[in-house]
């Protein structure tokens, strides 16, 4: 049986679906045309088109009606207000809130250093712009209505400033050093945040909540489960049958299965298969799971990208002499994980809405903290909001890392080289 | 022998590369069918055959590309075999070039050609960044060294291939069909730079079905034809005056 | 280099072919070592708790309620809440399959439209469904729109569909007695439609005419069938939900909880498909659709004709991952307590106590859905895929 589930489609698809991005936003700039010539060429051009326009006018315009009608009107967003706090850090101990602060100054600080030291011209159109600055506004009346401590708002300027001193110091410091200096700050990010919060009479995993859980379950599961991917693809495109039929079982094994049963093996099983004495705190079993799963994923997506490195690059490396291993590190390697980027960034979105699942397995993550919050007897009956919050960060945070692999892909010129 | 004698120590042997009774299957299709050969040091041998006669695979069983079934294959008195040690030593000495270049599109052309000597042979960077500078002047293309393949044509493409195949320092070269991919106005430049090479003293086996520089060039000319070796012979002699039939038949229809 | 002596045979260690097989010896003794401590570790993990590693305790009482599914009582054995369980996940995976296709191509289309209204509304629509949780889309649905709907309405009161905390109701077909005389007409008309399409087909080789053959077909069998129906004095008819005494009567009915689950994914899944419809369409190669316009052909020819087969063969893939993640995404049901595998288990798990043999169940379980999936959308891509090509 033919077993060719997702990965290598999902590369090709993905490739695709960016070369025609540039069609459809070519199309109708190719002419000017009057408002009521774009009227007519867009909405009124058959009668077929026509009708179809006044059904899906109709249908648009009272669904959008009706939700800004309850959204701002009806609903009652006090609860999202009240509990902000709980949505982001849970049950993290308000006085040991710096810690988190620490890390956010030293992640936003390496971002403005790696885009300084990029330091790419901006070449955004009028039409960026605008766009850019209206999304900036709403952000900035979303957290107007969320954040009343001063000190949180002082807190939130020193991260833009940060931001801003990083590309500062960035575009200067162009060169070698400093760019090994943003490598191994990235390398050290993930340490960094894991020590602060827990050094010097620190606040333990068990009080990692809300959006603070999220991301650091997502990181985790990313980060570890990138190197093991790769090892796994390697593996099944091994030429050892042996070392293949055990990594193709892993894999599929692995796939097979929901994620959350996976997360139920972690709760329930993982504890028996440690050797006896060895104890694992939920948490830690849990993000193993994420991290086993995610692998047999990324090794897929990794799959996909070794089968479009043409053989004859494998034949050009050994005739010059290269052993098997520089041959992935330096010549396979580099091109197959550069064709999948596009497929790894959705992944890791998909990871990431997965951690979600961390709130049916008993974590205060922010779906729970969204439970808690509506369950409270003062704002019962407010799920709506509770739950449309949370939805919203996600979103947030699922499409913007969307858009940006759009236009890394369109930069890096995926397939084109 | 039209070579000059070269400037290396004379060894025990002249005899570079000795294939006696060679065979090859792929699956249950004979790809190579006893094939027995010498090719001395700094002589250039073309091949011709029809395709699927088993030349490339002869060639690409010289560098362990792929691996013989039968009989011996010894390259400057290494028998390659299924020593490890062996396998690398022949390697580092035969260079080979492709029909379809195979650079490695994500470096730049400079660093395709000190790939290897700086990962295999461990130079220092300077001194794999002169010789490749050196190289790609040899080659006629100093300039391009900054770019990045797919900015290159295909004749610049696979003069770079020809670099990254000498940086190696090697004592033979194998060319596998490497004009064949070329748009016709830049199969001279690379001709020009393998005619160069052959000057120079190399050990070639080039396959080829470019007759001129076969006429030109090449040392002996073997002609190949379901997985054997029909005829061998030289240049001359076997374009005017061809023995086996199969070998007239393929003629006039290259030569037509 | 001076000549060397060869050697025969090179040593063991330098050996590729002996170290290829002394390696994966070592790989294999290796795997079966972490797996055979891992479980010996589980083993002696069970035995000072008393656990047994044996099937039986299936056949003992089960003890808890299930909400929905097949016929089930709290004296019923844990194998049967299992299977109760299963057969749940297939209707939500089943169910959700065919209702995210046919809304997932609709989007799709829509994408491409060339009604910027259209457009942009499919735009929207899957950005918003495809960058949020489908967790969290489950809750919502439950949690927030279906829990707070009260079902009002008078007793006998019917309508094309009610959506309550009491479940959703649709209308269905009631068979009338003596349905069965229709069947042989459904027969009859498949035969008439095989027929008319044969004709066709021949006409069309031998004149050059065209076909028209699906249309006609079609025709065929649903004129026969309509004779049909009426001979057999109506046998069937459409059945709207009512209001019974608080409760719905008649047509179909599923639970509040089926419900929630079944919009949550079909809503995500319809989201990607969308994009997949989309993509596929968009990949086939452009010089394909000048070809097929040099050729003359009409655009809707140049669809059905040269651009269809193409996205079809390119979307079957992906849409199978997709089918595939709706299915294991169910599992997300227990979230909502609808008593899916999953939940079934974790409550099984709680009561018995046996995590290795239900967790065992359940992967098996996901693993046998998968590959029937997998072995039906194999049969169709090989239905539309390209002879003579190697994918």
Redesign the interface.
């Known amino acids: 049986?033919?077993?060719?589930?997702?990965a290598?489609?999902?590369v090709?698809?993905e490739a695709?679906?960016a070369k025609?991005e540039l069609?459809v936003t070519e199309a109708p700039s190719a002419r000017d045309l009057t408002p009521a010539q774009w009227v007519k060429e867009?909405?009124f051009?058959t009668p077929f088109?026509s009708v179809?326009?006044v059904v899906?006018?109709l249908?648009?315009g009272w669904l959008l009606y009706a939700v800004l009608r309850w959204a701002f009107g009806t609903a009652d967003w006090t609860v999202v207000k009240t509990n902000f706090r709980l949505y982001m850090i849970g049950r993290f101990p308000i006085e040991e809130a710096w810690r988190i602060w620490m890390g956010l100054y030293y992640v936003v600080l390496l971002v403005g250093l790696t885009w300084g030291q990029a330091g790419r011209r901006l070449t955004w159109d009028a039409m960026h712009i605008v766009r850019r600055s209206v999304l900036a506004i709403l952000g900035v009346l979303l957290l107007l209505y969320l954040v009343d401590s001063p000190l949180v708002w002082s807190l939130m300027g020193g991260l833009v400033a940060a931001y801003l001193a990083g590309v500062g110091v960035g575009r200067i410091g162009r060169g070698r050093t400093m760019r090994r200096i943003v490598w191994a700050g990235w390398l050290l990010a993930f340490p960094f945040v894991i020590v602060v919060l827990q050094i010097a009479d620190g606040v333990g995993p068990l009080r990692w909540n809300g959006f603070l859980l999220n991301v650091l379950a997502g990181v985790v599961g990313i980060v570890l489960s990138f190197p093991i991917g790769i090892v796994l693809a390697l593996g099944r495109r091994s030429?050892?049958?042996?070392?293949r039929t055990?990594c193709v079982a892993l894999i599929e094994?692995v796939r097979?299965?929901?994620?959350?049963?996976w997360l139920?093996?972690g709760v329930?099983?993982l504890?028996?298969?440690?050797?006896?004495g060895v104890q694992l705190p939920q948490i830690i079993r849990v993000m193993i799971m994420f991290t086993v799963f995610s692998s047999a994923y990324v090794a897929e997506i990794v799959r996909g990208g070794l089968q479009g490195v043409h053989f004859g690059q494998y034949e050009a490396a050994r005739a010059v002499g290269l052993s098997t291993t520089r041959m992935m590190a330096l010549v396979i390697l580099p091109q197959a994980l550069r064709n999948t980027i596009p497929a790894m960034i959705s992944h890791f979105?998909s990871l990431f809405?997965?951690t979600?699942?961390l709130?049916?397995i008993g974590f205060i993550d922010m779906?729970r903290a969204a439970?808690i919050a509506s369950a409270s007897v003062k704002f019962i009956?407010s799920?709506?909001q509770t739950?449309?919050f949370?939805?919203l960060i996600?979103?947030i945070v699922?499409?913007s890392m969307?858009r940006w692999s759009q236009r890394l892909e369109r930069r890096l010129g995926v397939g084109e080289r | 022998m039209a070579t000059e004698p070269i400037e290396q120590s004379t060894?025990?042997?002249d005899e570079m590369i000795v294939a006696e009774g060679v065979k090859k299957w792929f699956g249950s299709f004979k790809a190579l069918d006893g094939i027995t050969t010498t090719i001395k040091r700094g002589e250039v041998v073309v091949v011709l055959g029809p395709s699927g006669s088993g030349k490339s695979t002869f060639i690409r069983c010289i560098n362990r590309l792929e691996r013989h079934d039968e009989g011996r294959i010894?390259v400057?008195?290494?028998?390659m075999?299924?020593?490890?040690?062996?396998?690398e030593r022949i390697r580092s000495e035969i260079g080979m070039v492709f029909q379809s270049f195979n650079l490695f599109p994500h470096l730049r052309v400079i660093d395709n050609v000190t790939l290897a000597p700086r990962n295999v042979r461990r130079w220092p960077k300077a001194k794999s960044e002169e010789k490749a500078v050196q190289l790609l002047e040899r080659v006629g293309i100093p300039e391009q060294a900054e770019k990045y393949p797919a900015q290159l044509s295909g004749g610049q493409q696979q003069r770079v291939a020809i670099a990254r195949a000498l940086a190696m320092e090697p004592d033979i070269m194998l060319f596998d069909e490497p004009t064949s991919a070329l748009d016709p106005e830049m199969i001279k430049e690379v001709l020009d730079a393998m005619k160069e090479l052959a000057r120079s003293g190399m050990t070639m086996i080039v396959i080829t079905h470019e007759i001129g520089f076969a006429k030109e060039v090449a040392d002996r000319v073997l002609f190949f034809d379901s997985g054997l070796l029909v005829e061998e012979n030289t240049p001359d002699a076997f374009f005017s005056d061809p023995q086996h039939d199969r070998t007239k038949l393929f003629l006039s229809q290259i030569l037509a | 280099?001076?000549?060397?002596a060869?050697?025969a045979?090179?040593?063991l260690w330098?050996?590729?072919?002996?170290?290829?097989v002394f390696?994966?010896?070592v790989?294999?003794l290796a795997?079966v070592y972490v797996l055979r401590?891992?479980f010996l570790?589980?083993q002696?993990?069970?035995r000072r708790q008393g656990i047994t590693l044996d099937f039986d305790f299936l056949q003992q009482r089960a003890g808890f309620d299930l909400s929905e599914g097949i016929a089930y009582g709290p004296n019923s054995s844990f194998w049967r809440a299992i299977r109760v369980g299963v057969i749940n996940t297939i209707r939500v995976a089943v169910s959700g399959i065919v209702l995210a296709s046919i809304l997932g191509l609709l989007i799709g289309v829509g994408r491409l439209?060339?009604?910027?209204?259209?457009r942009n509304?499919a735009r929207v629509y899957v950005?918003?469904f495809r960058?949020?949780?489908?967790?969290?889309?489950i809750?919502?649905w439950y949690?927030?729109v279906i829990l707070?709907l009260r079902l009002v309405g008078e007793d006998g009161e019917e309508r094309l569909f009610f959506l309550s905390n009491r479940g959703l109701a649709v209308p269905w077909l009631r068979g009338r007695p003596g349905a069965g005389s229709w069947v042989p007409w459904l027969l009859a008309g498949l035969v008439a439609a095989v027929a008319v399409w044969w004709w066709r087909t021949r006409v069309n080789e031998r004149t050059g005419r065209p076909h028209h053959r699906a249309p006609l077909a079609l025709l065929a069998l649903a004129a026969v069938a309509a004779a049909g129906y009426l001979a057999a004095g109506g046998p069937f008819d459409i059945e709207l939900p009512a209001i019974d005494r608080g409760a719905y009567a008649g047509g179909v009915k599923v639970s509040g909880e089926f419900a929630g689950v079944l919009f949550g994914l079909v809503f995500y899944t319809a989201a990607f498909i969308a994009?997949?419809i989309r993509?596929?369409i968009?990949?086939v190669d452009k010089g394909q659709k000048e070809a097929a316009m040099a050729m003359g052909l009409t655009r809707f020819q140049q669809l059905r004709l040269v651009v269809l087969p193409q996205a079809l063969r390119?979307a079957i893939?992906?849409i199978?991952?997709q089918y595939?993640n709706l299915t294991?995404?169910?599992?997300?049901a227990?979230?909502i307590a609808f008593p899916d595998l999953?939940q079934v288990?974790?409550t099984v798990?709680n009561q018995a106590g046996r995590?290795?043999q239900i967790?065992i169940i359940?992967?098996g379980t996901?693993?046998i859905l998968?590959?029937i999936i997998?072995?039906l959308m194999?049969v169709a891509n090989r239905a539309v895929a390209l002879r003579g090509t190697r994918?």
Request: hydrophobic share 50%; aromatic share 8%.
């Open positions: 049986m033919k077993r060719d589930w997702g290598r489609e999902d090709a698809l695709v679906a025609e069609a867009n909405l051009s088109n179809l326009s899906a006018g249908l648009a030429s050892l049958p042996a070392v055990v094994v097979g299965a929901p994620l959350f049963a139920l093996f329930f099983l504890p028996f298969l440690l050797p006896p979105i809405k997965d979600s699942l709130a049916v779906l439970r009956g799920s709506r739950l449309l949370a939805a996600f979103w699922a499409f969307s | 060894t025990a042997t010894v400057d008195g290494i028998e075999t299924d020593d490890l040690r062996n396998i | 280099m001076t000549e060397q060869i050697p045979r090179p040593p330098r050996n590729v072919r002996v170290l290829r390696g994966q010896i790989f294999v795997v401590e891992l570790n589980m002696f993990g069970f439209s060339t009604n910027w209204l259209v509304v950005e918003i960058n949020t949780p489908v967790l969290i889309q809750i919502f949690v927030a707070p994009e997949i993509g596929s968009l990949a390119i893939p992906p199978n991952s595939l294991k995404n169910s599992s997300l227990a979230a999953v288990s974790q798990i995590p290795f967790i359940v992967m996901y693993l998968s590959m997998s072995v194999n994918r």
